[in-house]
């Protein structure tokens, strides 16, 4: 052999020893698995069909790969299966939360922006993301990072590329605000120009660049601040609006040339009337809606999300009595208003405004909402299927089907009977994969 011919083959040896240690430093989510994953039997005492009520007893889930392939009473169990009893235990699609802040945390949201850096905050909404998918809600609308700009993609596309754990997630970025509004920092000395949370749009045409700008950055759908702030005068909700309905019209018209939609924060008359008549797809708080934004909200299909949990958490966390005092006076005349909004036939979709309280715990709002009004069968259809429609995700998750993403949950008991039995979720797959057993 030449010399030559012997010096390519050291490089050739070199080349593939630098190939190989390229592919052991991958992430482990963009290599190829050795084997295709076994299938996976999951078996417990019940299993709720979410879209008819019935229980199955006892009910079983096929699944292969990432998707369900079967469910019933008995489901085949094909060989070298994976089978998990989950003993007395109710097998349920994985619960969706349409309104969470993965970048807030308990304490002083305005001074979060201010004195923490946007990468301590993303390293503090991986965490959130974690403990919201552990607990069982496998998929997130997060309205808003407060601050954080589109720090909210990289979060959703880690999880997505199997870096992180966390909920499928539909994302906004930032919320849109206008100048003085509801997330602008108000309270401080103008002199230091503190920045407001949110993106600045004081026109229609600056609602649709900042839109724009926000599509390129990643993000799914608009959030829009339309209401606040928010004052009780002589027992009845007051809060001026931020946008006429023609700049709605013109934010919703520009999301649907992007292929998404809106969502609006929007607590009361007449910003709540606006957003209806623009029809945004979700009406977020909607403490206060009269019978013509009721009507609208029904004909053109909006959901509301009343966010009872965060409500309820500032009535008993606030730093004085007065604060707690008024906030429970605010949580009373929304429990009035809902049992009218249940009563007219609303729509709903469950969200809890996680983040201003701890992440992992926001089920609360479904015992919430039955605890106010509704059957619990109903609560769990907002949730999941209306979570779904609310989402884009409608026919591939909130049901155990055929042909749905593997995204399932087990709680102890029954929860038609108790459903605060979501509170304590024992048992969580998604896209699949077991996180928590």
Request: hydrophobic content about 45%.
């Given at each position: 052999?030449?010399?030559?011919?012997?010096?390519?083959?050291?490089?050739?040896?070199?080349?593939?020893?630098?190939?190989?240690?390229?592919?052991?430093?991958?992430?482990?989510?963009?290599?190829?698995?050795?084997?295709?994953?076994?299938?996976?039997?999951?078996?417990?005492?019940?299993?709720?069909?979410?879209?008819?009520?019935?229980?199955?007893?006892?009910?079983?889930?096929?699944?292969?790969?990432?998707?369900?392939?079967?469910?019933?009473?008995?489901?085949?169990?094909?060989?070298?299966?994976?089978?998990?009893?989950?003993?007395?235990?109710?097998?349920?699609?994985?619960?969706?939360?349409?309104?969470?802040?993965?970048?807030?945390?308990?304490?002083?949201?305005?001074?979060?922006?201010?004195?923490?850096?946007?990468?301590?905050?993303?390293?503090?909404?991986?965490?959130?993301?974690?403990?919201?998918?552990?607990?069982?809600?496998?998929?997130?609308?997060?309205?808003?990072?407060?601050?954080?700009?589109?720090?909210?993609?990289?979060?959703?596309?880690?999880?997505?590329?199997?870096?992180?754990?966390?909920?499928?997630?539909?994302?906004?970025?930032?919320?849109?605000?206008?100048?003085?509004?509801?997330?602008?920092?108000?309270?401080?000395?103008?002199?230091?120009?503190?920045?407001?949370?949110?993106?600045?749009?004081?026109?229609?045409?600056?609602?649709?660049e900042v839109m724009r700008e926000q599509h390129k950055e990643?993000?799914?759908?608009?959030?829009?601040?339309?209401?606040?702030?928010?004052?009780?005068?002589?027992?009845v909700l007051r809060t001026p609006y931020q946008y006429t309905?023609?700049?709605?019209?013109?934010?919703?018209?520009?999301?649907?040339?992007?292929?998404?939609?809106?969502?609006?924060?929007?607590?009361?008359?007449?910003?709540?009337?606006?957003a209806a008549q623009a029809g945004v797809a979700s009406i977020?708080?909607?403490?206060?809606?009269?019978?013509?934004?009721?009507?609208?909200?029904?004909?053109?299909?909006?959901?509301?999300?009343?966010?009872?949990?965060?409500?309820?958490?500032?009535?008993?966390?606030?730093?004085?009595?007065?604060?707690?005092?008024?906030?429970?006076?605010?949580?009373?005349?929304?429990?009035?208003?809902?049992?009218?909004?249940?009563?007219?036939?609303?729509?709903?979709?469950?969200?809890?405004?996680?983040?201003?309280?701890?992440?992992?715990?926001?089920?609360?709002?479904?015992?919430?909402?039955?605890?106010?009004?509704?059957?619990?069968?109903?609560?769990?259809?907002?949730?999941?299927?209306?979570?779904?429609?609310?989402?884009?995700?409608?026919?591939?998750?909130?049901?155990?089907?055929?042909?749905?993403?593997?995204?399932?949950?087990?709680?102890?008991?029954?929860?038609?009977?108790?459903?605060?039995?979501?509170?304590?979720?024992?048992?969580?797959?998604?896209?699949?994969?077991?996180?928590?057993?």
């Open positions: 052999m030449s010399t030559f011919d012997s010096i390519r083959r050291f490089e050739a040896s070199l080349l593939a020893f630098a190939a190989c240690l390229v592919l052991l430093n991958q992430p482990a989510a963009a290599q190829k698995p050795v084997s295709a994953q076994a299938p996976i039997v999951l078996h417990a005492a019940r299993l709720l069909q979410i879209d008819t009520g019935a229980i199955l007893q006892p009910g079983e889930v096929l699944v292969e790969g990432d998707r369900i392939h079967a469910v019933g009473t008995s489901v085949e169990h094909p060989a070298g299966a994976r089978v998990i009893d989950l003993g007395d235990t109710t097998l349920m699609p994985g619960m969706i939360d349409a309104h969470v802040h993965l970048f807030l945390h308990p304490g002083a949201e305005d001074l979060q922006t201010v004195i923490e850096s946007v990468p301590w905050r993303t390293i503090l909404a991986e965490q959130a993301a974690k403990d919201d998918v552990m607990a069982g809600f496998t998929a997130e609308r997060d309205m808003g990072t407060e601050g954080a700009g589109s720090a909210d993609t990289a979060v959703r596309n880690a999880i997505n590329q199997g870096l992180i754990p966390g909920p499928r997630l539909r994302i906004s970025g930032n919320a849109i605000d206008l100048l003085g509004g509801h997330e602008d920092a108000n309270r401080y000395n103008p002199a230091q120009h503190v920045l407001s949370n949110a993106d600045y749009a004081n026109s229609a045409e600056q609602i649709v990643g993000s799914d759908f608009a959030k829009i601040y339309e209401t606040g702030s928010d004052h009780m005068i002589d027992g309905a023609a700049q709605l019209t013109a934010a919703v018209e520009e999301a649907h040339r992007l292929g998404t939609v809106v969502a609006v924060h929007a607590m009361g008359e007449p910003g709540t009337l606006y977020d708080h909607a403490t206060q809606l009269s019978d013509e934004t009721v009507r609208l909200m029904k004909e053109k299909g909006i959901f509301a999300v009343p966010t009872f949990t965060i409500f309820d958490y500032f009535a008993h966390h606030r730093e004085s009595q007065d604060q707690a005092a008024a906030e429970a006076e605010m949580l009373e005349y929304k429990i009035r208003e809902f049992k009218k909004q249940v009563a007219a036939g609303v729509s709903f979709a469950v969200g809890s405004d996680v983040g201003p309280f701890p992440h992992g715990t926001q089920a609360r709002e479904l015992t919430l909402m039955v605890q106010y009004g509704m059957k619990p069968l109903a609560v769990l259809q907002a949730d999941m299927i209306n979570g779904a429609k609310l989402l884009g995700w409608q026919g591939q998750i909130g049901e155990l089907k055929a042909g749905y993403f593997a995204d399932i949950i087990a709680v102890p008991g029954n929860p038609l009977e108790d459903v605060s039995a979501c509170e304590r979720v024992s048992f969580v797959m998604k896209n699949g994969v077991v996180l928590r057993q």
